[in-house]
């Protein structure tokens, strides 16, 4: 079946260390997309990307990197610049088209301790 | 840039009793809209959107969607909730002219009580 991978599911780490979540997608779409998760704030947009070598910034992109070299994957890091990393983290995708909804995946819960 | 306002953070309603959730966003130029569906520590699924056509929109499991351009409002309805029910619903926007660009409140909380 079609869909979106997101491992590991849960995820913790000392604080200082850089970490890596991991996003496949086999739908054959364009953009991927990062959110992050808080409690009473919804979703916020980390970083997205509509073709392969190219990304963007988005709202709160501070302490976060990310690479897309092939079109199926879209891994994130969360580095050591990030100042509050303890979140669920969501990774999406959509077509190009105008018409696209996103598919999500089914989230990382990152804990730094 | 768009925002998404729900108006309400929690919502608890009885079992088999009606509920809506409210939903406003900010302009008036020619959008797309969502609702989506959240259950603890998943992701996102769509319950239904809005493109054209018909202002009255149906989902999955029994949800539907009045889009109100005057308004500025995309509420959730559903006439008789179930205890399955329970969860985080989320509204979103996407401009025509930015198709890739998603604008999400910050949530409702659905309680469901039996």
């Known amino acids: 079946d079609g869909g979106i991978t997101q491992s590991p599911k849960y995820l913790f780490r000392k604080e200082g260390q850089n970490v890596t979540l991991s996003c496949e997608q086999n739908l054959n779409h364009d953009a991927m997309y990062w959110y992050r998760q808080d409690p009473g704030q919804g979703l916020r947009l980390i970083y997205y990307s509509q073709i392969v070598n190219d990304f963007q910034k988005g709202d709160i992109a501070e302490g976060y990197s990310v690479s897309r070299e092939k079109k199926e994957s879209f891994p994130l890091t969360v580095t050591s610049a990030q100042k509050n990393p303890t979140a669920f983290y969501l990774c999406?995708?959509?077509?190009?088209?105008?018409?696209?909804?996103?598919?999500f995946g089914e989230g990382s819960r990152l804990t730094v301790l | 840039a768009q925002s998404v306002t729900q108006l309400d953070s929690q919502v608890p309603v009885f079992e088999e009793a009606p509920v809506e959730l409210r939903c406003n966003y900010s302009?008036?130029?020619?959008?797309?809209l969502f609702w989506y569906v959240q259950y603890p520590n998943q992701g996102l699924q769509l319950l239904l959107k809005?493109?054209?056509?018909?202002?009255l929109v149906k989902g999955i499991n029994g949800f539907e969607a009045e889009f109100n351009k005057s308004q500025t409002s995309f509420h959730l309805r559903k006439p008789s909730v179930h205890i399955s029910d329970t969860a985080e619903y989320f509204c979103a926007v996407s401009d025509r002219g930015t198709g890739n660009q998603f604008y999400f409140g910050t949530g409702t909380s659905l309680t469901v009580i039996p």
């Open positions: 302009s008036s130029v020619s959008v797309y």
């Open positions: 999406a995708s959509s077509v190009l088209a105008n018409t696209g909804e996103l598919f």
């Open positions: 809005y493109l054209s056509g018909s202002t």
